[in-house]
């Protein structure tokens, strides 16, 4: 029996592999068979048991040695286009010695654009994934338009001061802001730019189908700037009754039993996804500033990410807050943010926690770290007025004194928790049936399961 087949292959990075994850269990359910491809020192599980046996978990080498920091961007990225090449053509060839499980469709995450090269190389049809918003991949997209109108250089670099707006129906953007110039030093936005954008961008000109994990209603302007994408989100678990997977580390499930002890609409949850990292006095004014607030406090911190050490506590800091802060290493977000109790979500504005507030209508206090976070920002504040932003002192640190005060004043604006209601139910109503995320994931199937033939032929970039 002919069984439809399907590559799904993320970048090696937490925000990349969760929705990519759930995009590949909507596939499974539908009966298509998914490999879902891990990175040797990034392998995730499903936490979900298949019967079915659609879903196999493969990981191939990054070229990096064990002891190697993987959120080196530059090293991470140049040793993936060294060797996921030649791995996944050695794999495909591999699977499709049994010619009824041919992969017959590759899906790759717009950060590993060289995987098109090999889709193209060996006749495979490509969908582009975006794990990040529509207009994120909008601005992908227009690269050679601002390139063009001297936007930017050859580099990525902004060459205007001033704000730029890719369509009337967008939000303008600061070319400082770009998500290419806000990753790290000079030499690391250029790599991004070059290896991760340029091809990102000709991937998703040659892809059948750009897949946004997004609504037509969150980001009407993008998609009809660029109709070959197409919302098929929100994706999350949690719509499906399941818990998320795709995690990298494990996690700590007794803060849904602590939050199960709280008053409705009391708890301020603060969580920084994979990559922020605080100084040690920064950290130090979170940490007062939530205990100013005299709310209950959900604090997600990562264990190791202030370079060889984790944070440390101010003295006597635990006794002071005592049971009203509940802090873990890791949290399922997803579960912790459908939670009754929780009132507001202090975040880094990462695309997955974007869509995760919005999808449970919690109001944000945005606090964006670096990429395309600062985009997200703009949409949650100025957009969808669903939140507000921390600012920065003088000296690059959001004081304590401004962590109380924009709590209080979120939880008392009844205009941002209506937006934030309001968000939700048109982020929901996309999913259902006859409505533009479920039609068109409901299509994309479709064409999977049309197999190969008839694939439109394009020009190999």
């Not at 939880?411 to 039609?439: C, V």
Request: charged letters at 20%; hydrophobic letters at 40%; proline letters at 6%.
């Amino acid at each position: 029996m002919k069984i439809f087949h399907v590559l799904v292959i993320p970048y090696p990075a937490q925000g990349h592999v969760i929705p990519l994850m759930e995009l590949a269990r909507r596939l499974t359910s539908n009966g298509i068979k998914v490999t879902f491809i891990n990175t040797e020192y990034r392998v995730v599980s499903t936490s979900e048991n298949d019967p079915s046996d659609l879903l196999q978990m493969v990981s191939v080498p990054d070229g990096m040695e064990p002891w190697e920091d993987r959120n080196d961007f530059i090293r991470l990225i140049e040793s993936l286009y060294q060797v996921m090449p030649t791995k996944l053509e050695e794999l495909i060839k591999s699977i499709n010695k049994n010619e009824d499980e041919n992969i017959t469709w590759i899906i790759t995450d717009y950060a590993m654009g060289m995987v098109a090269r090999v889709a193209q190389k060996m006749g495979i049809r490509l969908a582009t994934f975006c794990s990040g918003s529509a207009a994120f991949m909008t601005l992908i997209m227009s690269v050679q338009k601002l390139l063009d109108n001297e936007v930017i250089d050859s580099n990525g670099v902004p060459l205007k001061d001033e704000m730029v707006q890719l369509s009337t129906t967008m939000p303008p953007m600061d070319p400082a802001k770009f998500t290419w110039v806000c990753i790290g030093d000079t030499a690391t936005n250029e790599v991004v730019f070059r290896k991760i954008i340029l091809d990102g961008k000709e991937a998703g000109e040659v892809a059948d189908h750009i897949l946004c994990n997004s609504t037509m209603e969150l980001e009407p302007g993008a998609f009809t700037l660029f109709p070959k994408m197409l919302p098929v989100g929100p994706l999350l678990a949690t719509n499906r009754l399941k818990k998320q997977a795709g995690q990298f580390w494990k996690e700590d499930s007794t803060c849904v039993t602590w939050l199960d002890q709280q008053p409705v609409c009391s708890v301020i949850y603060v969580a920084f996804g994979s990559f922020t990292v605080f100084t040690q006095s920064q950290f130090d004014e979170l940490a007062f500033g939530l205990e100013l607030t005299n709310k209950p406090f959900l604090w997600v911190i990562r264990p190791g990410v202030n370079g060889s050490t984790d944070y440390v506590f101010p003295t006597g800091y635990m006794n002071k807050v005592g049971n009203r802060g509940k802090i873990v290493s890791w949290a399922p977000q997803q579960e912790v943010l459908t939670h009754p109790s929780v009132a507001c979500f202090i975040s880094h504005c990462g695309w997955n926690s974007t869509m995760e507030g919005v999808s449970n209508g919690v109001p944000f206090l945005c606090w964006p770290y670096f990429a395309d976070q600062f985009l997200n920002t703009t949409y949650v504040c100025d957009i969808w007025k669903t939140g507000l932003p921390l600012i920065k002192d003088d000296l690059g640190i959001v004081t304590r004194e401004e962590i109380k005060s924009k709590v209080e004043k979120l939880l008392s604006d009844n205009i941002a928790k209506q937006s934030a209601s309001n968000l939700q139910e048109k982020a929901m109503e996309s999913l259902q049936a006859g409505n533009p995320s479920n039609k068109n994931l409901s299509n994309f199937i479709d064409w999977v399961k049309q197999g190969n033939d008839n694939a439109p032929a394009k020009n190999a970039f």
